[in-house]
């Protein structure tokens, strides 16, 4: 898609309205409500990118920082007819740019292992592959509903 562009969503406000909005499109990946409560609080305190289509944020990164070297995709969610329009892409490219200019040297991300039989997060995990992500460890292995894992990839070769 060759209008989208990303930014940097400024206030808290607009970080949880666009988070929100994105979860209530997504019942089949973020139907915990506790949860999407959670994720909709702490993104308004996160630096957060929106992409942008048309006037519309149509999907939207939160990213946190561990340390001085770890930058952590916090939530990232994309409302459904932009499915494979390369949102995801152009959100994380986005967020590897910026971690890697603000020094970060590793980028994480946590999300279903693959013990979960759910294909959604079969999706995701392929998807973060693809963006160079690799598994690191997995933990809650013995949740039968929500096994994680966490995935990295490594911002630059040169340190």
Not at 55 to 77: N, Q
Request: hydrophobic share 45%; aromatic share 10%.
């Amino acid at each position: 898609m060759q209008d989208v562009t990303v930014r940097m969503l400024t206030t808290p406000a607009e970080r949880s309205h666009a988070c929100a909005r994105i979860i209530e499109a997504l019942p089949d990946w973020l139907g915990q409500p506790d949860a999407n409560r959670a994720y909709i609080a702490a993104v308004a305190n996160c630096e957060t990118f929106g992409a942008e289509h048309a006037g519309e944020i149509v999907g939207a990164l939160a990213l946190r920082s561990f340390f001085t070297h770890t930058a952590d995709i916090y939530w990232l969610g994309i409302l459904p007819d932009y499915h494979r329009c390369r949102i995801g892409t152009h959100l994380v490219t986005g967020a590897i740019e910026h971690a890697t200019c603000a020094g970060h040297r590793w980028m994480v991300v946590e999300t279903l292992s693959p013990r979960s039989a759910d294909e959604h997060y079969a999706r995701t995990r392929r998807f973060y592959e693809a963006m160079g992500f690799e598994p690191l460890l997995e933990h809650r292995a013995d949740d039968p509903v929500n096994p994680m894992m966490w995935m990295i990839k490594p911002l630059s070769q040169i340190w």
